[in-house]
């Protein structure tokens, strides 16, 4: 059974950091390329960041360029999103995706990010 489970959300202070994880089981972790996403309600969901299967190659969206860092464990079957200096516009329901090809991908169920004083 394939399951991708986020956790790691909360509340934050503007300012603060928040460490995102995503548990990964039932499927080859490594043929995998990692997405984090956010959405906050009436709008679409937005990309926030990518890995490569290796871990090597990495993208962000402007937005977090320089906050947030993805990563990845293939030994662990995890994925996490280090975001630092959040602001209160990174507030969002954040998921975490793992995508072979366009066809083929898996959602995770989502965590709420919330940063507010």
């Known amino acids: 059974q394939v399951q991708l489970v986020e956790s790691g959300g909360g509340l934050v202070q503007p300012g603060g950091s928040l460490k995102l994880s995503c548990a990964a089981s039932g499927f080859t972790f490594n043929h995998y390329t990692i997405l984090w996403y956010r959405q906050t309600p009436g709008k679409e969901r937005e990309l926030v960041a990518s890995?490569?299967?290796?871990?090597?190659?990495?993208n962000y969206a402007d937005s977090v360029k320089g906050r947030f860092t993805i990563s990845r464990d293939n030994g662990k079957n995890m994925a996490y999103l280090q975001m630092n200096n959040l602001k209160p516009n990174d507030t969002a329901v954040y998921y975490c995706?793992?995508?072979?090809?366009?066809?083929?991908?898996?959602w995770g169920q989502g965590t709420q990010v919330t940063v507010s004083s």
């Open positions: 995706k793992a995508a072979q090809n366009v066809v083929k991908f898996y």
């Open positions: 890995i490569a299967t290796s871990g090597r190659a990495t």
